[in-house]
């Protein structure tokens, strides 16, 4: 079964004998993903579509079965400091939903595996899954499994989530055309900025403990950060307008990244208008606070969840008296690339510019 | 959307501020699942079986869908100092098949997602993802998904494995009547033999850098322990014996452990004969080496991935010739209890210990 000269080959590479090779950020997320998994095939018939969407699609013979898995670790996709554990287990499952309402499909069953250190209370941890079940609740999802362990350190949570829907409901990343509009819900950068300031206000208080934090006047932005909401909303609505989008990807890493991914999917370039795209008055009047540019956070903020897609002209109709869609701009042709026009008229190319190095830019 | 008094009441349950409150530990891993997942429903008609199996079912129409899902932690579930990273990978995947094989079901397709620090090298990863290949490939598996994260410290990986089945072909936990045998594949206590001597090995390297690591003559029990297979073959054999077992489990936290799950779930007793339980050579001599008894390391030591299963007597011609499969006692009246007959004749009760305690108790 074993063959132990190949285990004592193989012991030398074991990291710590490994300073000197290639760090794996020197490719970022993506071209991790995409190193990591390329020389992997795909053969079965059931497998409708692999990685390189919002989430995988499974055909068992009935519906379409579309499932998507996600990590949240401590300290790098949440702050205790500021996220009480009832809105981590709530962010957790509702960022999970967004990646199958991408897919213009209702999450149905929930898999939710936890890593915890000793040092949580059982308090705690009841409070996070007092989280998870008032998302559960929202989206009407069940859970259905899971893992519990002891973590070295913080907190990891994994979600999976698993929907399923007729294959005709079914929307991805690359079916976008040439003069289709592109639309978003809600309105864009929230998050980012509700980040900035719960992000000031940590340092206030470990400067001085006695500092209760000033969140006056920003609770839409912190909400937006700490308690997002998947937008299924917006796929029940979608349904009632009778309206089955081209493509579709949730935005979690900003929209300029969203744009990049949709359209490189589909082919097609990018028109966006500076002026249609929606930002909130906070997000507008708390980015100036904070010397930032609203456009720019609204483009490559993250962690807003809102929904991107692209619709046929035929059916702007349907969607034009929906007061929580935007219309921001069109596709057009793969050549013509992805440009943003901006208020002045000046035109500037979107970058791919995603979420994490928005953060280091600054 | 958010309400922010609602938040600040919540950040009382950081968990910084609640030293003083039970800890997690004082649960158990079952007793913590089923304490947070108790308040939560299942109604929905697709959702077949939840928690409380190796793996739920959803029913999406066609055939059924068996999903799993578990997490890895370095330093927790392996140690980098003796386990390849090509090793961590392929059991984190056999692991997890393991638990579908648990259902009567073989693997499909599996959803991989990792959290690494930044002292991790590429070449590191790309060990990994050796390993994860090599398991795909040997069961047939699909990668359709994941996600990659940074880690504040070591390695997490979180695997969800799907596989789909007729729902005849499904096997549970729950459904072994009075009178069934009950059957073992392959041996027990390997795994935990190999892990006896992969720490003993430890510590002398960690007194000495100079030392090579002695694993002469120990090749098999370390193989259990560092490359564990599923037993994906075992559902094979019995599907061309035309055998469906009454119910299954895999041995992953112990054959006492597992018997005491099985017998819980399908409301019978066990009698389980010492003589028949089978131990290979190597573990039992190791097991003598190390001052422990070899029975106790087969009932306790976790890690196997055998198969525990019952089928009814009449089946019995049909496996009794196969190598691989022991009959170690059969099932009783629920009142009669979970008992080992030992090879003197002995009537002991047998223990729920499962593989934390049996660590904690040496």
């Known amino acids: 079964m074993h063959n132990l000269k190949e285990m004592k080959e193989l012991r030398k590479y074991i990291m710590f004998e490994h300073k000197d090779k290639a760090h794996i950020n020197s490719l970022g997320e993506f071209g991790l993903i995409e190193h990591l998994t390329k020389s992997f095939t795909i053969t079965k018939k059931e497998t409708k579509q692999s990685i390189g969407d919002d989430a995988a699609i499974i055909d068992c013979g009935g519906k379409q079965q579309v499932i998507s898995t996600d990590m949240l670790i401590e300290n790098i996709h949440f702050d205790l400091m500021y996220a009480p554990l009832v809105h981590v287990g709530y962010k957790a499952i509702a960022s ?13 069953q929930v898999l939710v595996s936890i890593a915890i250190s000793s040092k949580y209370s059982l308090q705690a941890v009841e409070e996070l899954y007092v989280g998870v079940r008032a998302a559960c609740e929202k989206y009407d999802l069940e859970l259905i499994g899971g893992d519990t362990s002891t973590s070295v350190t913080g907190l990891v949570i994994s979600i999976t989530v698993i929907g399923y829907a007729d294959e005709k409901y079914i929307v991805k990343r690359s079916g976008a055309k040439v003069g289709d509009l592109i639309c978003v819900s809600g309105d864009l950068g929230g998050a980012y900025m509700g980040l900035q ?21 920003k609770d839409y932005i912190v909400g937006r950060q700490l308690r997002p909401e998947a937008r299924k909303d917006i796929i029940d609505l979608l349904e009632e307008l009778q309206v089955i989008p081209s493509s579709m ?17 589909s082919n097609v370039g990018v028109k966006i208008y500076e002026d ?14 904070f010397n930032l540019s609203p456009t720019t956070c609204a483009m490559n903020g993250g962690e807003d969840y809102e929904l991107l897609f692209t619709i046929t002209q035929k059916d702007y109709d349907k969607i034009k008296n929906s007061m ?3 219309v921001i701009g069109y596709c057009t042709d793969e050549h013509e690339g992805r440009e943003l026009i901006t208020k002045s008229g000046n035109v500037v190319p979107l970058e791919a510019q995603g979420w994490e190095n928005f953060k280091s830019f600054e």
Not at 276 to 289: C, F, G, H, M, N
């Open 96 to 108: 999970n939903v967004s990646d199958i309402c991408a897919m213009n499909v209702k999450a149905s």
């Open 197 to 217: 300031v719960l992000e000031r206000e940590k340092q206030v208080f470990l400067e001085s403990k006695d500092m209760q934090p000033d969140l006056e006047g």
């Open 276 to 289: 249609k795209v929606p930002i909130d008055q906070q997000t507008y009047d708390t980015a100036l606070e």
């Open 249 to 265: 990807i949730d935005i979690s890493d900003g929209l300029s990244s969203e744009l990049f991914h949709l359209s490189k999917n």
């Open 324 to 326: 929580d869609l935007s």
